[in-house]
């Protein structure tokens, strides 16, 4: 049992807004998206990517629409310094695309990263210290004014060593993280930041990034989002920032804390493809990015090659992708159980119909605009429904079960997926379908059939199996069907029925095409029974359907 937690743990203080605007703001534009997958990302799995495989993520990141990609920490080993110097010296950078590189406040480090960063069009150096009272504390062991003297003195490191890469051309934005700023005291972050602003001196025409990390997640999104407010509303030339957000996932909440984060004024947000990242996660780009495309705004990431992209990421990170990942998992877009599944069915067509604002129920987006298959969005077990039965029957063999015989079909199939305790395919529903109704053989089997019609009148003369025995038989009707129900019922012994319902379908399979004929009858007690039919002509489709019925009746 747990321990009443009351002693050893205490909630996070609130910040103090008293006109807090986000709550009421909505999102109309995409932020900047800065990946760091290669960096954050890739600390923190046991393995780290080699250059090869982290050449393979960054093309997969440009092809995405990825304008700022921070690319590594140049200075923590040679595997990184080299990818830098690949990445620069094969110009396998894009124009529009500018490298980051993450380095701490100190001169060995800074020295090695702008050593790295020589000869690229366009970089951002990012220092990072950390400010909140435990890592000032424990880590560093230094007062709040130590800890800002560390930041202005890494601050001027940098700035004395513009020179190397502006003097080639490079362009440098200037990017300060205070690390663990969500557990900093919002008083001490603002000064902390316009200290290094006081060295890097940045102007509206040339912005410096205050990126503001959720390093781990110590409070609900709505206190970082009025951190971020606070932080947006008090801090001196907030118009020469890009502020930038960067959450992780420790209490499940890392999405919601960016997008509050951005309601609260964030200008840009940094975070991974699918959330890999230290602990829990870094956020994850495409839910956010997901969500504002379902809302009907441009990403600006183009997400369209999911699989592609989910392939590439377990192939570099060694990573899975769990199953319920939003958008991204495997069975997103799937419904096993029946009322859904009818729901989805119906939703689908409806949309085929108008074609406008997507409104099919239980699919956040059409999962064909990130290149997933309908195929996958139903599938069967037994939780389903008939509908779902009749979905799969239909999009993957094109057999159109009629109405009424979807409600005798889909609990005689349930039943047998019941029994079996596991997902079957749609082949594996036409199996059943094939041996419930079109092999049904006994107690009559059909072994010939012809029917002539004069003045209206048909005469049938047909050979059944009847119980092993063949044997001839002759019947009279309005038509084909109606001369064989009397030839079955005078002279086969097959109890009385009429004929209640018909439809027939064409039904294609390779270069074959065959009819398909559904009956259902009725008996002299009211019983309703369905039998089907298949064969190249659709007179003899029908007849089986009719022998179909009659020996399921049996
Ligand atoms: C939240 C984040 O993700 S921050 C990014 C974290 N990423 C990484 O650490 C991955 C890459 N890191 C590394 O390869 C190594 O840690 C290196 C190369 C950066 C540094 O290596 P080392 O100096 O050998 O060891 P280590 O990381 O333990 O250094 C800790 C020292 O740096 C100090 N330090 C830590 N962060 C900073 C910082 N941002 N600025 C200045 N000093 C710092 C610590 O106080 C400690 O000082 P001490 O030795 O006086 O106690
Ligand atoms: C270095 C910073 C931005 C970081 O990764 C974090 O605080 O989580
Ligand atoms: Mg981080």
């Excluded at 934005?173 to 001490?188: D, R």
Aim: aromatic residues 8%; negative net charge; hydrophobic residues 40%.
């Amino acid at each position: 049992m747990l321990k009443n937690p009351s002693s050893k743990y205490q909630p996070f203080p609130l910040i103090n807004i008293p006109n807090r605007q986000w709550p009421s703001r909505h999102l109309t534009h995409a932020p900047i998206w800065c990946s760091v997958d290669l960096r954050d990302g890739n600390q923190a799995l046991a393995v780290p990517m080699n250059v090869s495989q982290k050449l393979d993520m960054f093309d997969a990141l440009v092809q995405c629409g990825f304008k700022e990609i921070e690319v590594g920490f140049p200075s923590a080993s040679n595997t990184e310094f080299q990818f830098n110097r690949r990445l620069i010296e094969e110009k396998r950078i894009p124009e529009d695309v500018t490298i980051q590189c993450l380095v701490q406040a100190r001169e060995d480090l800074i020295e090695k990263t702008v050593e790295s960063l020589i000869g690229a069009k366009q970089v951002v150096i990012h220092m990072y210290n950390s400010t909140s009272p435990a890592q000032r504390k424990y880590v560093f062991g230094k007062s709040k004014e130590e800890i800002i003297a560390v930041a202005v003195k890494g601050a001027q490191m940098i700035k004395d060593r513009l020179h190397r890469l502006t003097a080639g051309g490079t362009k440098v934005t200037l990017q300060y993280s205070p690390e663990s700023f969500s557990a900093t005291e919002v008083e001490f972050a603002k000064e902390i930041s316009e200290a290094v602003m006081d060295v890097w001196q940045p102007t509206p025409e040339n912005k410096m990034i205050l990126n503001l990390p959720d390093t781990v997640e110590v409070a609900m999104p709505n206190v970082y989002a009025d951190q971020i407010e606070w932080i947006c509303t008090n801090i001196k030339n907030r118009e020469s920032l890009i502020i930038s957000l960067h959450t992780h996932n420790d209490r499940g909440t890392g999405t919601a804390a960016t997008e509050l984060g951005l309601l609260a004024g964030a200008d840009r947000v940094e975070g991974t493809l699918f959330g890999n990242g230290e602990r829990t996660g870094n956020l994850d780009i495409v839910q956010v990015a997901m969500n504002l495309y379902m809302h009907g705004i441009d990403p600006k990431l183009d997400f369209s090659d999911m699989s592609g992209l989910i392939s590439m990421y377990e192939r570099t990170t060694g990573m899975t992708v769990p199953p319920r990942q939003p958008y991204a998992g495997e069975l997103v877009f799937t419904a096993f159980s029946g009322s859904h599944q009818d729901a989805i069915k119906k939703g689908l067509a409806g949309y085929e119909q108008h074609k406008s604002i997507w409104d099919v129920p239980y699919l956040t987006i059409d999962p064909e605009d990130i290149g997933r298959e309908y195929r996958e969005v139903i599938r069967v077990n037994s939780q389903s429904g008939k509908g779902g039965v009749a979905y799969l029957l239909e999009s993957e063999f094109g057999i159109e079960l009629p109405k009424d015989m979807q409600r005798e079909f889909g609990p005689l199939a349930n039943d047998i997926v019941d029994k079996l305790g596991r997902e079957v395919t749609a082949a594996e529903l036409k199996g059943m379908f094939w041996k419930e109704y079109i092999e049904r053989e006994s107690p009559y089997s059909l072994h010939h059939f012809h029917a002539d019609g004069v003045d209206g009148v048909f005469t049938c003369r047909c050979s059944l199996v009847i119980n092993g025995k063949e044997r001839g038989i002759t019947g009279k009707g309005n038509g084909p069907i109606a001369a064989f129900a009397q030839a079955l019922i005078q002279e086969a012994g097959a109890p009385a029925f009429e004929v209640a319902t018909y439809r027939e379908q064409s039904l294609s399979s390779g270069t074959e095409a065959s009819a398909l004929a559904y009956i259902q009858i009725k008996t002299t007690s009211g019983k309703t029974i369905w039998g089907a039919g298949v064969d190249t002509n659709i007179e003899l489709a029908s007849i089986k359907a009719v022998l179909s019925a009659v020996n399921r009746a049996a």
